[in-house]
Nanobody, 119 residues
């Protein structure tokens, strides 16, 4: 399985921006669908955004219009640009990789990066 390492989390004020990155090991990154999930304390994990091998993207309703997922296959990296952040975006954000978007939860996971949005 591919190994994933996230970075870019931190503390930001409401209305601010952060960019998360997730670097994957191996030489088959382009064959994976990639996604970002998040989990806040006391809440279930939710899909934030996903991108297919071909570059098709999808977003959770709560982040549409504010977050953008992208990938750079040459750098084995997937990004999550987060704009207009809200306190309710506070969570641990996880990167995931799988053969297709529908099977991301059964694939490889990173260790997570904390995002905290202050009001």
């Amino acid at each position: 399985q591919v190994q994933l390492v996230e970075a870019g989390g931190g503390l930001v004020q409401a209305g601010g921006s952060l960019r998360l990155s997730c670097v994957a090991s191996g030489r088959t990154f382009s064959t994976y669908a990639m996604g970002w999930f998040r989990q806040a304390p006391g809440k279930e994990r939710e899909l934030v955004a996903a991108i297919s091998r071909g570059g098709t993207t999808g977003y959770g309703d709560s982040v549409k219009g504010r977050f953008t997922i992208s990938r750079d296959n040459a750098k084995n990296t997937v990004y999550l640009q987060m704009n207009s952040l809200k306190p309710e975006d506070t969570a641990v954000y996880y990167c995931a990789a799988g053969p297709m978007i529908a099977t991301l939860t059964a694939g490889s996971w990173g260790q997570g990066t904390q995002v905290t949005v202050s009001s």
